[in-house]
């Protein structure tokens, strides 16, 4: 999975999505504050919502004129939970607006990444897209209302349209307008964000069975052509939420593989939580969060209540907006997924993707709960039969 953005849009995209970070518009020394019990559920919200920019637009990070797809769907569904509906409609009439200029045309699918003035986007991301799907059901479930119908069928046949004859999903388009290999965080989320189960679902999983499951360890795997990278942290808490009846056995396989206690760049402090990948050379604390929602899914809230607490270590205080603190990406600078070298500031910049897990996490909101039944046949549930 290594072409990567700045996730959690997938582990696959973190490098190319690098935020331009600059010395001058980084937080120099982050200031570190134990929360109290009041503030917990206020400041990471407030400062989410005051990262919205005039356009509905929110940027990856303060000052990075940097803004990604999978951040703006998370950030609707943020706003979405704490039942701001005009916040959430910001961001999805900007994307309304562009469906015949952007959405409909050369191929399909909205741009993975822009400036924060919305323009000079770059290739077109399966799961980024399937993200913004899932925030549209989740705003139609929310409202009552179907205010933006025509764009969420819009991305489903787009979405529809990725299928391969063997039932996988390619993973978008290239700025060249050819395919982006077939990754599995992208299929599985899709596959929630497509409404209902029919053929198309049907063929999602014929894929999975045959080119990204492991009978014997009863999981998802990520990268079948290099097996000292077969597996993805992400895949463990995506796949719980998105199938039913899912081996919750898979989930704690993640505590073997992943977990890991890492010293904090931003304040010294060891933090426990799941790294990308079997290197366990970082906390990845957006994939904790994922963990935390994943763990409640299956009703393990002593699990969830220990990663609440490892990720509360880690806030940084805003230096733009008052009352406002957010999280990094990571604990410490390392190796993202495989070998390829995180960005600079991963781990000492707040980002808008923990923060948003985060804040799922503390609240008990599962993002993918409202494309999760699908009455799935139990003759397609390849997971239920024991190896």
């Given amino acids: 999975m290594l072409l990567f953005g700045i996730l959690s849009c997938s582990i696959d995209e973190l490098q190319e999505a690098v935020p331009p970070n600059s010395e001058e518009n980084l937080p120099q020394e982050p200031k570190i504050e134990e929360p109290t019990t009041e503030e917990v559920g206020n400041f990471t919200y407030n400062w989410v919502e005051q990262m919205q920019l005039a356009n509905g637009l929110l940027e990856s990070s303060e000052n990075t004129d940097f803004v990604s797809l999978y951040d703006n769907a998370l950030a609707t569904l943020v706003f979405i939970q704490q039942g701001d509906l005009d916040k959430a409609e910001n961001i999805l009439d900007f994307f309304k607006d562009r469906i015949q200029i952007e959405l409909q045309t050369d191929g399909g699918g909205y741009f993975q990444f822009r400036d924060a003035t919305g323009q000079n986007g770059r290739r077109r991301w399966l799961g980024d897209n399937a993200w913004l799907l899932i925030a549209i059901n989740n705003y139609h479930e929310a409202s009552g209302n179907k205010r933006y119908h025509h764009m969420a069928e819009v991305l489903e046949e787009w979405i ?198 985060y804040l799922f996490a503390k609240t008990g909101f599962d993002p993918l709960q409202v494309g999760f039944q699908k009455d799935i046949p139990t003759s397609d549930k390849f997971w239920v039969t024991e190896p």
């Fill in 160 to 357: 529809r349209s990725l299928q391969d004859e063997d039932g996988g999903l390619w993973g978008g388009t290239h700025e060249d307008g050819n395919h982006i290999h077939k990754v599995t965080e992208g299929i599985t989320v899709a596959f929630n964000a497509v409404p209902g189960y029919d053929d198309f679902h049907k063929g999602i999983l014929a894929y999975l069975e045959q080119n990204r499951w492991d009978s014997f360890e009863r999981t998802l795997t990520a990268w079948p052509e290099n097996p000292a990278y077969l597996y993805a942290m992400d895949l463990h808490a995506l796949g719980q939420g998105t199938f039913e009846d899912f081996p919750e056995n898979q989930l704690y396989k993640a505590d073997d593989w992943y977990l890991t206690t890492q010293v904090a760049t931003i304040n010294g402090e060891e933090i426990t939580g799941y790294c990308f990948d079997v290197d366990q050379d970082v906390v990845w604390l957006e994939g904790t969060a994922q963990m935390a929602v994943a763990y409640r899914k299956v009703g393990d809230l002593v699990k969830v209540d220990m990663l609440i607490n490892e990720l509360e270590k880690m806030f940084i205080t805003s230096s733009m907006f008052e009352n406002s603190k957010a999280l990094p990406y990571t604990t410490n600078h390392g190796s993202s997924y495989g070998t390829d070298i995180l960005w600079d500031h991963a781990d000492i910049a707040s980002t808008l993707s923990t923060t948003a897990w």
